[in-house]
Each structure stands twice: as structure tokens, then as C-alpha cells.
């Protein structure tokens, strides 16, 4: 993958060509890939509270005109981290329970409410201005994810973190592309055991 490739992972472009995750569950996947440790850090979506407040602006997860402070670009950051590890969670099945307690502490702010239209169907509906708003939406998607079914096959890679959707009918996938992550998962292990084997 080339450096433009790159630049564009988790938005245009997804590892190994795999398709993103269905219905709503793919914002919250493009906000956990905003970023991972493979990437440069100044390429983070959510750096700065000035690239954070244009990515949330385009994802209509923050009104126009709505201002973000270091403070809440730290929480942003934050849930997306523990965001990640509850899918890295799905993938090697450990517990994510750092991970949840992030979430509640950053989910005391964010209020959802159940709207109902006249035709009867609801949705979860945040409410709240700013940073605290976009929490509530995300905490709203993971919720719906996990009563479809779609949360356990959002993945976190074993290698880059990065969160993959998991369409393979026995849910095995560990990374995010084999030609990327597997394979250099599998050269270490390569080297390593050449090594061992050279003492
Ligand atoms: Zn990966």
C-alpha cells in the first residue's frame, strides 16, 4: 500500500478491499479508524481540535458553528482507544473490561432519548450539544450494533488495531488484510523461530 493508500485508510480506502460495516455501524467504525499506532501521529483525524471538529463536522456529529476544546478531544480520544479494544475483544475473545469502564465514565454525559414517528418506529436519539452529543450517537450505535448481531464482527486487528467488518461465515478473521498485517504477523514469527533455531 503507498503513502497516498494510506492517508486514506478508514475512510476511502480499507485494508485487503474488504466492505465496511453495514447500516450505521460504519461510522463507528470510521471513528475508531480515524487513527491506529501504525499510522504517523500527525495523520490523526482526531489530533488536533481543529482536524476533530472538521472530521466531526462532516460526519454531521457536531452542529456547525459547535466548538472543540483539548479537553474534549482527550475524551474523544479516549473512548475511541476503549472503542478499539472492545473490538480487539471480539477478535482474541479476552475481556474488554478496562475498556468498559472508560466507557462509563465518558458515557455519564451522553443522553439518548427514544423518538418515535407516526409511523410507529423508534430510534435512539442523542441529545446534548457538542462533544457530548457525538458521544451519545456513538455509544447509540454500538448499542443497536450489538442487538443486530453486526458488534461481533467488528474486529480490532491483532497487529494494527485497525477495526475490520468480519463477513466470513466462520468469524476467524484476526487482521485486518492477510497481505498486510498477516503476513508480517507471520514473518516475525518466521524470524523469531530462525533465530531460535541459529543459537
Ligand atoms: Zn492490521
Redesign the pocket.
Known sequence: MDEHDKRRLGEQVE?GGRPKAPGRLELLQRFINSH?H?LPREWDRLGTPERAQAWLRQKRLVAPGERISDVDVARLRELREAMRALAVANQDGQSGAAATDVIRSLSAGAQLSVAIDDTGRTALEPAGRGVDRAVATLLGILHEAQLTGHWSRLKG??????A?FDRSKNRSAA???MS???N?TKNRAYYRRRRASTR
Do not use: K, L, M
Request: proline share 6%; with cysteine; glycine share 12%.
Open positions: 485494508p491506529n501504525d486487528c491483532r497487529q494494527c488495531g485497525y475490520f487482521w485486518c488484510a498486510i498485517c498477516g508480517r
